[in-house]
């Protein structure tokens, strides 16, 4: 004789028992600690402290550096002056020029005196203010070697000048000795086609009437 209720509950208790042990197995697992789940601490940076930089050369100075140290002081004060004394022509150049008089041994006069030449366009102005750079430039002064990098551009400039100035003054006189024997050439043609006219003219002019020949004289008999 079967027993059916004993049959369900041994069935139950068979299902309880896998269910209880996996709930005692998660209750069982240990807790991750705290630290796991803090960041790591910052690395430690170190301190830079400031090092005060060497002086630099003249020559390993950028461009930009030499040419902003190079418009202070006197060559600012003469490049203002070259500003000045640029639209200056006739009498007031020649004021101007009587009023620096003679620079003597003064750098910065010689240089002024050398900018009003320039502006002349005489060939004997240019070469002189090109012998008054050459002065600054050897000049070994500390007021002028304050000056000698914008007088060697003015000397290299003035140079050029010269030169353009010389090739066109010959190219003048080569033009103008063209011209005078173009216009001898022409006066000769005008002479000899004068002659041709007067050649190819017709003589409308009659011959003059030979005169009649006196009677001979009879033999006397």
């Not at 009498?91 to 009003?116: F, H, K, N």
């Not at 063209?178 to 001898?184: A, L, M």
Request: charge should be positive; aromatic fraction near 4%; proline fraction near 13%.
């Amino acid at each position: 004789m079967s027993f059916p209720f004993v049959r369900r509950s041994s069935f139950a208790g068979a299902m309880t028992v896998p269910f209880v042990l996996l709930l005692a197995a998660c209750a069982s697992q240990p807790k991750p600690p705290a630290e796991a789940d803090a960041l790591p601490p910052p690395p430690v940076v170190p301190r830079v402290m400031p090092v005060e930089a060497e002086p630099k050369a003249p020559a390993t100075q950028p461009a930009a550096s030499l040419f902003t140290t190079m418009l202070q002081g006197p060559v600012a004060s003469m490049l203002s002056y070259a500003d000045k004394v640029r639209p200056l022509s006739g009498a007031d150049l020649s004021a101007e020029i009587a009023r620096v008089g003679d620079p003597g041994d003064s750098p910065t006069a010689q240089m002024q005196l050398a900018l009003l030449l320039s502006q002349t366009r005489v060939p004997a102005d240019l070469a002189r203010a090109l012998g008054l750079l050459q002065r600054v430039i050897s000049n070994p002064a500390p007021e002028a070697q304050a000056l000698q990098p914008l007088a060697r551009a003015l000397a290299a400039r003035y140079v050029e000048q010269r030169r353009v100035e010389d090739d066109r003054d010959k190219q003048v006189q080569a033009l103008r000795d063209s011209q005078r024997r173009i216009d001898q050439l022409n006066d000769r043609i005008e002479a000899l086609r004068a002659i041709e006219r007067s050649f190819a003219r017709p003589n409308n002019n009659p011959a003059p009437a030979m005169p009649a020949a006196p009677p001979s004289a009879k033999p006397n008999q």
